[in-house]
């Protein structure tokens, strides 16, 4: 079991950065894959980025690469989101999730992901 709290969320100005950050507990921490989704009210819930256990695999989604930074440290059990040139469309809540199913690759697929967090709001302001 994968308990996930994210922090670092908030108001910030066009351009600017923020870092996102997921503190995990659990023995199979580790080994899951996490990931950041986003959900603006009104829309579905969309991936931004994944991780694999090692943090040697990763996945963005076409609209931040170039932007985002994914990572993870395993001994401090957390996964940081660092977020850079926002634009007010990244304006969403951001969700950490876990996946705690071994597997080769990062799945880009809500239902895969069997942990999640309660969301952090981040607001991009134009």
């Known amino acids: 079991q994968v308990h996930v709290v994210e922090s670092g969320g908030g108001l910030v100005q066009a351009g600017g950065s923020l870092r996102l950050s997921c503190a995990a507990s659990g023995p199979t921490f580790s080994s899951s894959t996490m990931a950041w989704f986003r959900q603006d009210p009104g829309k579905e819930r969309e991936i931004v980025s994944g991780?694999?256990?090692?943090?040697?695999?990763?996945y963005y989604a076409d609209s931040v690469k170039g932007r985002f930074t994914i990572s993870r440290d395993n001994a401090k059990n957390t996964v940081y989101l660092q977020m850079d040139s926002l634009k007010p469309e990244d304006t969403a809540v951001y969700y950490c999730?876990?996946?705690?199913?071994?597997?080769?690759?990062?799945?880009?697929?809500?239902?895969?992901?069997?942990?999640w967090g309660q969301g952090t709001q981040v607001t991009v302001s134009s």
């Open positions: 991780i694999n256990w090692s943090g040697g695999s990763t």
């Open positions: 999730a876990a996946r705690t199913e071994i597997s080769r690759y990062i799945s880009i697929r809500i239902y895969d992901y069997n942990y």
